[in-house]
């Protein structure tokens, strides 16, 4: 089981302004956490692995994403990635210039654009994909196989909330 940890620096500085404002609540906690976490972990791959591939974070999970989902709408990739279509145009440029995916017009409507992970691409997301599980093994060791299921289903209920779905059971 997880060990309560206090809260230390930024949010304990934090916590104790809200409280003083009478806003702070263990929400504050959680959703702060989730934000600092997912900066820390992405600042890590950045820094540790994927700059040595010319790749931001952003980039890796596009290319992440079309190669579990394979080829899709531009449009799909952006909301698949989280992010604006436009901010989706420099991220495809940068991955098409090393050759890890390619754009091209959808097959029944020449507006619309599909892209795919190239086959280099994909040889990529075999080699730096175990790599980066390592940094997430490395991210959660200090967690039981219990507490990591209990997060896993806090943290899926916390993304249903958020985004009006109902989160799959036992998943």
Not at 73 to 100: C, P
């Amino acid at each position: 089981m997880i060990d309560k940890a206090p809260a230390r620096g930024a949010e304990a500085t934090a916590k104790a302004h809200l409280k003083k404002h009478g806003i702070y609540g263990k929400s504050a906690s959680v959703v702060s956490n989730i934000f600092r976490i997912s900066n820390v972990i992405r600042s890590n791959a950045e820094v540790n692995l994927l700059q040595n591939y010319g790749m931001s974070f952003s980039g890796f999970t596009a290319l992440w994403v079309l190669w579990v989902w394979g080829a899709m709408e531009t449009n799909r990739l952006a909301e698949e990635t989280g992010v604006a279509k436009s901010t989706l145009t420099g991220i495809l440029k940068t991955l098409e210039r090393y050759e890890y995916c390619q754009r091209r017009p959808h097959s029944s409507d020449g507006r619309r654009v599909m892209v795919e992970a190239t086959s280099k691409g994909r040889e990529l997301m075999q080699e730096i994909y175990p790599l980066f599980h390592e940094l997430e093994n490395q991210a959660v060791s200090q967690l039981s196989e219990a507490d990591l299921d209990m997060t896993k289903d806090a943290l899926r209920i916390i993304l249903a909330t958020v985004d009006g779905s109902k989160p799959a059971p036992n998943s």
